[in-house]
């Protein structure tokens, strides 16, 4: 049964196994969640649930999304995201998720915003070399470096330039949940994740093999 839900991202901490071998976590808040939506083949043209997460005050919300609210039956969340699943008749509008919908040892995909940086150089960005650090002859010691020959007369596109850095939607396939705690609604995923303390991510079931 494919399967998600949306947390936040507290940080990293290490825990033991029982061999006394350390192993670093992402520990994740998932949860609870509230399924406000249930997208149809028939209505929509495809199958999916909507899932809210996170307290907002009702001042806060404005009409048409505190009508969709009400109608589900659910107190109004401060995020919404949409998870496809094909098994979305499984779930019921107004229904509840936790974090004991996943186990130890399952393998899981984590989506979020990386951090963003800023304007970085192609050093920092992309692993360039930087140049001679002479007083010399060399006073380019940073910079980009020759970007066209002289036959194009020009840069073709695609070339790794300087730029933002971050602040992008990034996966990462095929992590191990260590540990859940169902009381506090938490997961300990081993290694870590995208974004940054507090941030939002979504945690759901990988499309990876696991063997």
């Keep these: 049964m494919a399967k998600g839900i949306l947390g936040k991202k507290l940080g990293m901490t290490q ?11 992402t520990v994740i808040e998932a949860g609870p969640c509230s399924v406000v ?19 907002i005050k009702e001042k806060n919300v404005n009409k048409p999304m505190k009508g ?6 659910v107190k109004p969340t401060r995020y919404l995201r949409e998870f496809r699943f094909p098994e979305a008749e499984e779930y019921q509008v107004g229904q509840e998720v936790k974090a004991d919908m996943f186990a130890a040892g399952e393998y899981v995909d984590v989506t979020g915003l990386t951090k963003g940086k ?9 692993g360039f070399s930087r140049g ?43 992590l191990q949940v260590v540990k859940v705690d169902s009381d506090r609604n938490l997961i300990l995923i081993k290694g870590s994740v995208p ?17």
């Design 132 to 174: 001679p650090m002479s007083h010399g002859a060399s006073l380019r010691h940073r910079p980009t470096g020759s970007l066209g020959g002289r036959t194009p007369a020009r840069v073709f596109p695609g070339r790794k330039m300087s730029g933002r850095l971050g602040n992008e939607r990034v996966t990462i396939q095929k």
């Design 15 to 25: 825990i033991f196994d029982e061999t006394g071998k350390v192993i670093p976590v």
């Design 68 to 73: 969709q609210f009400e109608k589900a039956g």
């Design 195 to 211: 974004g940054i303390k507090g941030a939002l991510v979504e945690v759901k079931k990988t499309v990876k093999n696991v063997k």
């Design 118 to 126: 800023g304007y970085a150089g192609v050093i920092k960005r992309w």
């Design 37 to 55: 939506q249930k997208r149809t083949p028939e209505i929509d043209g495809y199958t999916a649930i909507q899932l809210g997460f996170g307290t």
